[in-house]
């Protein structure tokens, strides 16, 4: 893979079928990854004009510490090419979710993550049940549109489990949105002491959320992805 630029990357993944590599380009940050002649992703996320980060710091119960960082609605320019397909990102949206710390040895969550423009302004969510938060915390929830402001708590209803293609439902407090499932990634292992089971979907989000004064705020046709998490490790 060439990564172009002279630059080290902040971080390189290399498997079987797979390299990737982040890179900085001046103030922005540069993805470039490949899959055999099947698959080039060129994409760069520019951090201005872009709504401030979220970042949380919490106790993880029976664990440690986590930290997270969420950022949204990051101008995006760049291609994706797909077989014999090429496709644009240039004036699309892009994310960032930076999350470390040590977790418990069993941890689930589902989450919810959208970028895009809501009324021609730079906009996103983060949403997320489990992961150590309960009752009335909002926990990492929070929206993108200048400055970020939490969200509430809320519960999800994963629609895989009436079939692959049915909507999520994502409700709390002033908040209801459909996520609708365009393609999926999907994996369980066992390996006896560690044992996952994921789900990761994207697609697209429509409904309402409480904005920043707390009037409902319209998103229709959102891009993000969720996910449905649970592992013992």
């Known amino acids: 893979?060439?990564?172009?630029?002279?630059?080290?990357?902040?971080?390189?993944?290399?498997?079987?079928?797979?390299?990737?590599?982040?890179?900085?380009?001046?103030?922005?940050?540069?993805?470039?990854?490949?899959?055999?002649?099947?698959?080039r992703l060129d994409a760069t996320l520019d951090p201005a004009p872009a709504p401030a980060p979220f970042t949380l710091v919490a106790r993880v119960p029976r664990?440690?510490?986590?930290?997270?960082?969420?950022?949204?609605?990051?101008?995006?320019?760049?291609?994706?090419?797909?077989?014999?397909?090429t496709l644009s990102l240039d004036g699309g949206a892009g994310g960032l979710d930076v999350t470390a710390g040590l977790l418990a040895r069993e941890t689930a969550w589902r989450w919810a993550f959208a970028t895009g423009r809501v009324a021609g302004r730079p906009f996103g969510l983060n949403l997320c049940e489990g992961f150590g938060v309960a009752g009335a915390d909002p926990g990492e929830n929070a929206g993108f549109l200048g400055a970020p402001w939490r969200l509430p708590p809320?519960?999800?209803?994963?629609?895989?489990?009436?079939?692959?293609?049915?909507?999520?439902?994502?409700?709390?407090?002033?908040l209801e949105l459909?996520?609708?499932p365009a393609g999926a990634h999907r994996e369980a292992r066992n390996l006896v002491l560690v044992r996952t089971r994921f789900a990761q979907v994207a697609g697209t989000f429509e409904g309402h959320v409480p904005g920043p004064d707390g009037a409902p705020l319209r998103v229709d046709g959102l891009a993000g992805v969720v996910e449905d998490h649970w592992a013992r490790w």
């Open 1 to 39: 893979m060439e990564a172009g630029g002279g630059a080290a990357p902040r971080a390189r993944l290399t498997t079987r079928g797979l390299s990737a590599a982040v890179l900085p380009e001046g103030a922005a940050l540069r993805l470039v990854a490949e899959a055999g002649s099947a698959f």
């Open 63 to 85: 664990g440690g510490v986590r930290a997270t960082t969420k950022a949204a609605g990051l101008p995006a320019r760049g291609a994706v090419r797909v077989g014999d397909r």
């Open 154 to 174: 809320v519960a999800f209803t994963v629609g895989g489990v009436a079939g692959p293609g049915a909507p999520w439902r994502i409700a709390g407090p002033g």
């Open 178 to 180: 459909a996520f609708r």
